[in-house]
C-alpha cells in the first residue's frame, strides 16, 4: 500500500512540475498580449528547453530497498513457514516427531537431556523458539523498512506542498494579470 501511494505522490508532483511549466507558457503569452515591447522580449528570448518532471528536482520513484528487501524476505520466510507449519502443510502419515531428534549433531545431545522424550520435547521447544525469533526479526526488517518509506514519502510531501503553494501564488496572481487585461 506504501509502495502504491508513493507512486501515487510521484505523480501528484509530475502533474504539479507540467502545470509550472504551463504557468510559465501562458505567463509568456499574457506578456506578448500586454504589451508590444512584452512580445518583441519573448520573440527573441531563447525559448527553454522542454524539461522532464525528473529534470525539475523531482526524482525517479522507486520504492524503499530496505522495505522491498524486508517484504521479499518475508514472502521467503512466509512461505519456508508455511511448508514447515503441521497445520499449513501436508501431513505425513508418522505421527511421530520424535524422529527427528535422531537428526541433532552429537554435540548438540549432550546438551539435552538423556531421556529420549524428554529430549525431543526440548528440541522441539528449541524450534519454535528459533521460528518466533525469524517471525520477530521479519517483522522487524518490515517495520523498519515501512518508517524508511513513510520517511522518504514524508520528505515527498513536504516538497510538494511547497511546490503547491508557490504554484498556488503564481497561479493567483496570473488570475489577476488576465483580469487586468
Known amino acids: ?51 522532464k518532471p525528473e529534470q525539475n528536482g523531482t526524482p525517479e520513484y522507486y520504492a524503499n530497498s530496505r522495505l522491498k528487501e524486508a517484504m521479499m524476505s518475508s514472502k521467503e520466510q512466509e512461505s519456508k513457514y508455511q ?34 522424550q524428554l529430549r525431543a520435547y526440548h528440541q522441539k521447544i528449541d524450534n519454535n523458539l528459533d521460528e518466533m525469533s525469524s517471525g520477530l526479526s521479519r517483522l522487524k526488517n518490515l517495520a523498519l523498512g515501512l518508517q524508511t518509506e513513510i520517511d522518504e514519502q514524508d520528505d515527498m510531501l513536504d516538497r510538494l506542498t511547497k511546490k503547491v503553494e508557490i504554484l498556488d501564488v503564481n497561479i493567483k496572481s496570473t488570475d489577476k494579470k488576465v483580469r487586468q487585461l
Open 83 to 116: 511448508e514447515s507449519h503441521p497445520n499449513l502443510r501436508k501431513l505425513d502419515n508418522s505421527d511421530n516427531d520424535f524422529s527427528k531428534a535422531d537428526l541433532v549433531s552429537s554435540v548438540q545431545r549432550d546438551s539435552y537431556p538423556k531421556n529420549q
Open 1 to 51: 500500500e506504501l509502495v502504491r501511494q508513493g507512486e501515487a505522490l510521484k505523480r501528484t508532483e509530475q502533474m504539479v512540475d507540467k502545470m509550472e511549466q504551463d504557468l510559465k507558457t501562458s505567463q509568456k503569452h499574457i506578456n506578448s498580449i500586454k504589451s508590444v515591447w512584452g512580445g518583441l522580449v519573448n520573440y527573441f528570448k531563447a525559448k527553454p528547453p522542454e524539461s
